[in-house]
C-alpha cells in the first residue's frame, strides 16, 4: 500500500540532507541518544511523515507516544486540580493541532489511501488510552458511560483522535465501511468496558451502520455464552469474557437509544424480522431470547423493546417465532418455566406504554377453543398454543401483581413499575371490562384491584366510581363488590371518598346520575339483605353509612325535571338511614324536596307507578316527621302544596286561575284606528273611549282528570298527613286503624289548624275562637267570609283536612274564625233564598250540612243540636235560616266552655225552635223525632251566662 501513497507536492522542493538530517534527528531523538525538546522532535516527525512514506509506520508509533504524553499531562494536571478553561496542555496543545490537520489533509487529499491505516491506528491508540488510564484516581467507573464520554470529549488529545476517527468513518466507502465498524467492535471486545465510549461517539455520528452491527455483535456473542440458557441471566462473574462484551452492548446501545430512539428501534426490528425467515442458522433462532436479556438489563432498551412487540409485531410473527420454538420444545421444555419468570419480570418492569401491552396481551390470550370450536384446534395448532401461552402468561402476571399488593406489612419502596404506567389508564382498563367476556374480565377485575391496592386511596377511589358511573350490569356490581372488598381492608373510607368524588361528577355531568342511583341502590339493597341474613352481622362492606352522610346532594335530584332519575333517588333515600346528627335546616331541606316530589308524582298518568312512588315519598316523610320542629314544617308544606296554584287542580280545584288570565294578555290597539272603525255610526261629536278591561270573564278551569283520579289524589294527601301526624309505634298502630277512628293528638291538631287558618283566612283580623253577633258579621267581615268560603268552593281538599282537624281535641275550636265565616256567609243566602225547600239549593245545602258535621265531630254542638243536619233536606230555606241561626246564637254564648262541659246536654231554649220546625213538618220528620226529644235534659242550676263567667273565674 505504501507505493499508492504519493507523496505531497512540498516534499518536490525538499532536498535529500534535509529529509537526512530529519531523520538523524528523529532516530536519535526518539532513541533518546541526544536531548532533543519534544515539539522539535515531533515536527520532524511530521516532515518525514510529509516527505518520507517509507518512515511511516516508525513515525505514526510515534504520535501513539506523543498523545499518551499529552493525555498524561492532561489527567494529571486534573488530578491536581489545576486545569483551567484554556490552560490544558499549553505546551503539547498546538503539535497535538498540527498532527490533527495534516493527518485530515491526508485523508480528505487521499481518502482510500490514508483511511486504512489510519482508521486502525486512531481505533488502536484509543483504546489502548482508555484501558491506561482506567484505573487512575480521577477516572470514572466504566459503567458510568456518560460521565466517561464527558471526561474524554473534554480531553483535548482523546477529542482529537475521535474527530480523526470519525474523519476515518466518514471517508469509508463499500467493503472498507464494514471493515472499519468491524476494526471498531473488534477494539471495543478487547478493551471493553473501557472503550464503549469511543463505540458509543462514533456511534452518534453514524447511527445506522454502528446500531445494526453493535446489536449483531451482541447476538453473537449472546448465542455463543448464555445461547442455552432460555432464562437469559448474565453468567456467573467468573465467566467475565462474555458478561463484558454483553454489557458494552447494552451500554452503547442505551447511550445510543437517548439520542437515535428510532434508529436502535429499526435495528432491532429488522434483526427480529430476520429470524423470523424460513432458513435460519441457530444463532437468529436466539435472537428473541436476546432481546429480552437486552430488555432485562437497561430500562431504554425495554421502552425500545417494548416499542417493537406493540407496533410492529403481528400475530403472524408470533406464529412463526412459535414454530420456531416448537422445533427446539423436546430439548428445552425443561427451561420453559425459566422463560415464564423471565417475561414476567419483564413485565412487572414495564411502565412504558404498559396498557398496550396489556392490550395485546389481553387480545391474544382471548382465543381458548370452546365446545363449538374445538375443531379448529387440529386446523391451527400454532394459534391455540399462542393463545394458551398468552394465558399462562397473564395468570401468571395477575398473581404476582396480588402478591405484591397484598404483602403484610407494605413496602412502600416496592413499587410495580407496571402498575405505576397503568395508574393514568385506570378508566380505560374499566371500559375494556365492561365490553369484555371471560377470561378476560377475571383477569382486568384483578388488575384494578391490584391498582387500586398500590397506586394509592385517590386511585382507589377512581377505579371505584368508575364502576359506579358506568356498569348498568348486575354481574358488573359483583365485581365492584370484589374489589370494595379488597381495596376496603386497607383504605376504610374509601367508600366515602368514592360518593364524594361520583357526586362531584354528578354535578358536573347530569348524564351519569341515572346509572349511578341504580348501582347504589343495588348495592344498598345487598346490605340489608346480608344483614337480615347473617342476624345483623355484616359479611361484606359497609356502604349504607357512607352514603348517607351524602343524603344532602341525592336530595337535590328530587327536583329534577327526569321523574326518573327522581324516582331513583327516592328509592335510594328509603334506603338509607338519616343520620341522628343531622341538623334541623338540613331536615328542613328535605323535608322541603321531598313534598316538592310528592306532589310531583301525583302527575303521572301510571297508576301503579304513582302508588309506589307516593308511598315511598309518605314512609319517608313518617320518618322525617319524628322530630317535632320537622313535624310542623311538613304538615304545613302538605297543606301549602295542597293549596298551591301548580297543584291543587290535583285535588278538584275548580276556580279561576289567575294563571290562564294572565296568559291571555290582551294585544295592544290604537284608540284612533277604534274610532275610525266607529265613525260610521256616530257623530263627529262622540268619540270610542275603547274597552274597559279584557273582556268576557274565561271560563272555570277545566280539570284533566277525572273524579277517580282526584280521589286518589285526596286520598293519598290524607294518607301523608296522618303518617306525618304519628310516629313511633302510634304510627304503626294507626296505619290498622280505618279512617273513622282515626285521631289526631292535640298538639298536631293545634298545630295543623293553625296552618290551615293562616293559609284560608286573608288577614290576622277577627281570628278570635268568640263568636260575636250575627249582625256584626253582616255589617262588618261581609267581604272576608266571601272569600273564604269561595276558597273552599274552590278547593274542595279543604273540607276533607277540616275533617281532619276536627279529630283532634281542641283543632276544630282553632279553627272558629272560618266557621263563623263559612256560617255567617249561609244565614245570607238562606235568609234571602226565595226557594221552596233547601233541596232546590244543593251546594248551599252541601255546604252547611258539611259544616254542621265538622262541628259535630269536634264537639262544638252537643245532643241534639249536632243531628241538625238531618233535618235540613226536608226543609224550607227560611227554616234552615232558623236552626243555623240557633246554632250561631249557642256557640256564642258557650265557645268559651270546654268540650267536657258542652257533652252534658244542651240548655232548653235551643231545642224549642227545633221542636216547633219538627212540629210544623211532622209529616215529614216524623222519624227524625226521636233524635230530638230524647235528648238528656240539660242540668240548669244557674243562668247559662252566670255560669260561663263563673268557669271564666275559675281558669
Known amino acids: 500500500m505504501s507505493t499508492d501513497i504519493q507523496v505531497s507536492n512540498k516534499s518536490t522542493s525538499v532536498s535529500p540532507e534535509e529529509i537526512l538530517c530529519n531523520v538523524s534527528k528523529f532516530i536519535r531523538g526518539s532513541t533518546h541518544e541526544i536531548n532533543i525538546p519534544g515539539e522539535e522532535l515531533a515536527r520532524a516527525s511530521l516532515f518525514l511523515l510529509r516527505t518520507l512514506p517509507s518512515s511511516r509506520q516508525a513515525i505514526l508509533e510515534y504520535l501513539c507516544s506523543v498523545y499518551d504524553e499529552a493525555v498524561n499531562e492532561h489527567l494529571s494536571r486534573q488530578e491536581m486540580g489545576v486545569v483551567a478553561k484554556g490552560a490544558d496542555e499549553r505546551s503539547m496543545s498546538p503539535i497535538i493541532n498540527e498532527i490533527e490537520s495534516l493527518i485530515i489533509g491526508f485523508i480528505r487529499s487521499q481518502p482510500d489511501a490514508w483511511t486504512p491505516i489510519i482508521s486502525s491506528w486512531s ?55 464494514n471493515r472499519s465498524v468491524n476494526a471498531l467492535l473488534e477494539a471495543s471486545v478487547r478493551h471493553s468496558p473501557h472503550f464503549d465510549w469511543v463505540v458509543a461517539h462514533i456511534g452518534s455520528c453514524f447511527p445506522k451502520t454502528i446500531i445494526s452491527r453493535v446489536l449483531l455483535c451482541g447476538l453473537k456473542d449472546y448465542h455463543q455464552h448464555l445461547g442455552g440458557q432460555l432464562d437469559g441471566l448474565p453468567p456467573p462473574p467468573h465467566s467475565s469474557a462474555g458478561e463484558s462484551k454483553m454489557s458494552s452492548v447494552v451500554q452503547i446501545l442505551s447511550h445510543m437509544a437517548l439520542q437515535h430512539a428510532r434508529d436502535v428501534r429499526q435495528a432491532m426490528w429488522e434483526l427480529f424480522q430476520d429470524s423470523l425467515g424460513e432458513t435460519v442458522s441457530e444463532m437468529q433462532m436466539s435472537c428473541p431470547m436476546y432481546i429480552l436479556h437486552l430488555s432485562m438489563m437497561t430500562n431504554l432498551l425495554m421502552q425500545t423493546a417494548v416499542d417493537v412487540f406493540v407496533d410492529c409485531v403481528t400475530f403472524g410473527d408470533l406464529e412463526k417465532l412459535c ?14 418455566n425459566s422463560l415464564m419468570n423471565l417475561i414476567i419480570h419483564l413485565l412487572m418492569k414495564c411502565d412504558h406504554r404498559s396498557n398496550h401491552v396489556i392490550y395485546l396481551l389481553l387480545d391474544y390470550s382471548h382465543g381458548l377453543p370452546k365446545q363449538d370450536v374445538i375443531g379448529s384446534l387440529s386446523e391451527n395448532p400454532l394459534q391455540i398454543e399462542i393463545h394458551f401461552f398468552c394465558s399462562l402468561i397473564m395468570n401468571r402476571l395477575v398473581i404476582e401483581l396480588q402478591r405484591v399488593s397484598n404483602a403484610r406489612p407494605p413496602d412502600p419502596s416496592a413499587e410495580v413499575p407496571l402498575l405505576r404506567g397503568l395508574r393514568s389508564h385506570a378508566v380505560s382498563l374499566l371500559q375494556m371490562m365492561l365490553s369484555s367476556s371471560e377470561p378476560k374480565v377475571t383477569w382486568l377485575v384483578r388488575l384494578l384491584s391490584c391498582l387500586a391496592l398500590h397506586c394509592g386511596e385517590e386511585c382507589a377511589a377512581e377505579v371505584l366510581s368508575g364502576f359506579l358511573t358506568t356498569c348498568q350490569e348486575k354481574l358488573c356490581m359483583t365485581h365492584f363488590m370484589q374489589i370494595l372488598q379488597d381495596v376496603q381492608s386497607k383504605y376504610p373510607d374509601i367508600i366515602s371518598l368514592c360518593a364524594s368524588k361520583i357526586i362531584t361528577s354528578m354535578l358536573e355531568n347530569g348524564n351519569s346520575v341515572e346509572p349511578v342511583l341504580l348501582n347504589f341502590i343495588q348495592l344498598c339493597q345487598w346490605e340489608i339483605e346480608e344483614e337480615s341474613k347473617s342476624m345483623g352481622r355484616l359479611l361484606i362492606s359497609p356502604i349504607i353509612r357512607p352514603l348517607s352522610e351524602k343524603i344532602a346532594t341525592f336530595v337535590t335530584y328530587l327536583s329534577s325535571p327526569n321523574i326518573g332519575i327522581s324516582s331513583k333517588v327516592m328509592a335510594l333515600l328509603m334506603l338509607l338511614r338519616i343520620p341522628p346528627e343531622t341538623s334541623v335546616v338540613h331536615l328542613i331541606r328535605l323535608s322541603v324536596q321531598v313534598v316538592g316530589f310528592f306532589f310531583r308524582c301525583l302527575l303521572l298518568s301510571d297508576v301503579q307507578e304513582k302508588l309506589r312512588i307516593s308511598e315511598s315519598c309518605i314512609k319517608y316523610l313518617r320518618q322525617l316527621s319524628e322530630k317535632s320542629p320537622i313535624q310542623s314544617a311538613i304538615l304545613r308544606y302538605l297543606v301549602e302544596g295542597a293549596l298551591s ?32 272603525c266607529e265613525s260610521n255610526c256616530s257623530t263627529s261629536l262622540v268619540f270610542h273611549v275603547g274597552m274597559i278591561g279584557l273582556g268576557l270573564k274565561h271560563s272555570s278551569h277545566i280539570n284533566c282528570f277525572d273524579k277517580a283520579d282526584e280521589t286518589l289524589h285526596r286520598q293519598l294527601l290524607l294518607e301523608a298527613i296522618w303518617m306525618c301526624s304519628h310516629h313511633g309505634n302510634e304510627s304503626r298502630n294507626g296505619c290498622t286503624a280505618s279512617v273513622e277512628e282515626r285521631r289526631l293528638k292535640a298538639e298536631v291538631a293545634r298545630s295543623l289548624a293553625l296552618v290551615l287558618l293562616e293559609l284560608v283566612s286573608p288577614d290576622v283580623m277577627y281570628n278570635s275562637v268568640n263568636w260575636p253577633d250575627e249582625d256584626f258579621m253582616r255589617n262588618n267581615t261581609v267581604e272576608r267570609d266571601l272569600l273564604i268560603i269561595r276558597k273552599f268552593n274552590e278547593n274542595p281538599i279543604l273540607w276533607d283536612i277540616m275533617d281532619f282537624v276536627s279529630t283532634g281535641p281542641g283543632g276544630l275550636r282553632i279553627c272558629s274564625s272560618v266557621l263563623r265565616s263559612i256560617m255567617a256567609t249561609l244565614l245570607i243566602r238562606w235568609e234571602s233564598s226565595r226557594e221552596k225547600v233547601a233541596s232546590s239549593q244543593p251546594q248551599d245545602l252541601s255546604v252547611t250540612q258539611r259544616i254542621l258535621e265538622l262541628m259535630r265531630k ?76 230524647n235528648a238528656s235534659p240539660f242540668p240548669v ?3 247559662l251566662k252566670e255560669s260561663c263567667i263563673e268557669l271564666f273565674r275559675r281558669q
Open 323 to 336: 414454530s420456531q420454538f416448537s422445533q427446539k420444545k423436546p430439548s428445552c421444555a425443561k427451561d420453559v
Open 123 to 177: 481505533i488502536d491508540l484509543l483504546g489502548y488510552i482508555s484501558r491506561k488510564y482506567s484505573e487512575r484516581r480521577s477516572m470514572p467507573h466504566s459503567s458510568s458511560l456518560n460521565e466517561l464520554l464527558f471526561l474524554w470529549m473534554t480531553c483535548s488529545p482523546t477529542k482529537s483522535l475521535i474527530r480523526i476517527t470519525s474523519e476515518c468513518f466518514a471517508c469509508a466507502s463499500g467493503d472498507f465501511a
Open 941 to 943: 242550676t244557674m243562668d
Open 858 to 933: 269536634g264537639q262544638l254542638l252537643p245532643e241534639p243540636l249536632c243531628f241538625t243536619g238531618d233535618l235540613l233536606p226536608h226543609l224550607t230555606p227560611y227554616e234552615v235560616h232558623l236552626l243555623l241561626l240557633n246554632i250561631w246564637r249557642f256557640m256564642k254564648e258557650t265557645s268559651i266552655l270546654p268540650p267536657s262541659k258542652l257533652q252534658q246536654g244542651c240548655h232548653p231554649k235551643y231545642i224549642e225552635v227545633i221542636h216547633s220546625i219538627l212540629h210544623s213538618n211532622i209529616s215529614h220528620l216524623g222519624h227524625l223525632y226521636a233524635l230530638f226529644c
Open 645 to 676: 296554584e301548580e297543584f291543587s287542580v290535583l285535588f278538584g280545584a275548580t276556580g279561576n286561575r289567575c294563571k290562564q288570565q294572565q296568559d291571555l294578555k290582551r294585544q295592544e290597539v290604537s284608540l284612533m284606528s277604534e274610532n275610525q
